[in-house]
């Protein structure tokens, strides 16, 4: 007979996404997580919870993790540590008292039905249907933020009136979006990444969230240029362009997010791998995590952190030369930089 815990964790499971949206109400889904500050529901990209998967074993829905905390757990735990809940039965009492909640579960009803629609497939057509980004406001936005590297065979494409809702059940308007495709360690097109762009201006949309993902994220990334034995991999697209700025002939890889950061997949026959982490708590522990990982499995890494906020703050901060002569000092990738240049 199955236990009171484990039945009562299965049916939060079926219902993940009106969990997060009672609980973690800060947050927002993006692609096939749920992503939040943390478990006391503040602002933010560590925490990601799974809403698509099995009901239990590896892979499954409700599982979560905070990257910056290594916090972790099933949506009972979520529900404990977000209520402040020292009792595992008062955890039990509240999961039966949201689960008896009509509002909730017809909620959630309706966005089961929404959301039967293949992520990936949709991510791969929005694809097709942008445009190369040289010559577009996409490049004029990142030239804007001081990035100089060779956006010609890069992942990114440019599309000119892109859906954005603020909410589910917002009106939809159109507005220009960067769009970066997100491959994994077969080259396979799984999600896209899509930043929102002001119509009048070279800037990010004054909209309350101008990057927004779409399809299977986790364990894969934005890839500049072929990953196989040395690489470097940062958060955000700009951080890694402005590195790609300074290091051209290096390949690397966006991951998009600190927790994304912590779980990307390393591919095998990687020998070297420099983390490029955001200069905050999240993204240095992340960058923890990962040169953990790949320390297990043999790969040598090591961990650069910019001076700002992230290494595009420091492009833009200080001369192109400065940021080259400061990352050729700290990379002991250098050597392979000018293997790759001849």
């Not at 040169?291 to 040598?300: D, L, M, T």
Request: aromatic fraction near 6%; include cysteine.
């Amino acid at each position: 007979m199955e236990s009171p815990a484990r039945t009562l964790s299965s049916s939060l499971a079926r219902n993940v996404e009106a969990v997060c949206k009672y609980y973690l109400s800060n947050g927002r889904r993006c692609g096939n997580y749920w992503i939040v500050g943390d478990v006391n529901n503040n602002a933010g990209r560590s925490l990601y919870v799974r809403l698509k998967g099995p009901l239990s074993g590896k892979g499954a829905r409700g599982k979560w993790t905070d990257s910056a905390t290594d916090q972790h757990g099933d949506l009972l735990d979520l529900i404990r540590e977000r209520e402040g809940l020292t009792s595992f039965r008062d955890a039990l009492d509240e999961a039966r008292r949201f689960l008896g909640s009509p509002r909730e579960m017809a909620a959630e009803s309706a966005d089961r039905n929404s959301s039967e629609c293949d992520t990936i497939a949709l991510a791969r057509k929005i694809w097709a249907a942008s445009q190369p980004i040289v010559g577009t406001k996409a490049e004029a936005y990142l030239r804007a933020r001081k990035i100089t590297a060779d956006l010609s065979a890069a992942p990114l494409r440019y599309h000119p009136a892109l859906i954005y809702r603020e909410s589910r059940n917002s009106p939809p308007r159109k507005l220009p979006a960067l769009v970066a495709a997100v491959t994994d360690n077969n080259g396979e097109i799984t999600g896209i990444h899509r930043t929102f762009l002001d119509p009048a201006r070279d800037a990010k949309a004054k909209v309350a969230s101008p990057r927004r993902a779409l399809g299977g994220l986790l364990g894969n990334g934005v890839r500049f240029g072929v990953v196989e034995e040395f690489a470097i991999i940062g958060e955000g697209i700009e951080t890694v362009l402005s590195l790609k700025s300074v290091a051209p002939y290096i390949p690397m890889v966006a991951a998009l997010s600190a927790a994304h950061l912590a779980a990307w997949r390393i591919p095998a026959g990687m020998r070297r791998l420099i983390i490029a982490a955001d200069n905050d708590g999240a993204g240095r522990h992340a960058a923890r995590r990962l040169a953990e990982r790949a320390k297990a499995r043999g790969v040598e890494a090591r961990i650069i952190i910019s001076q700002g906020k992230d290494f595009n703050d420091d492009l833009r901060q200080i001369a192109l030369e400065r940021l080259r002569l400061r990352f050729a000092k700290s990379s002991p990738m250098s050597e392979f930089e000018e293997s790759r240049r001849s």
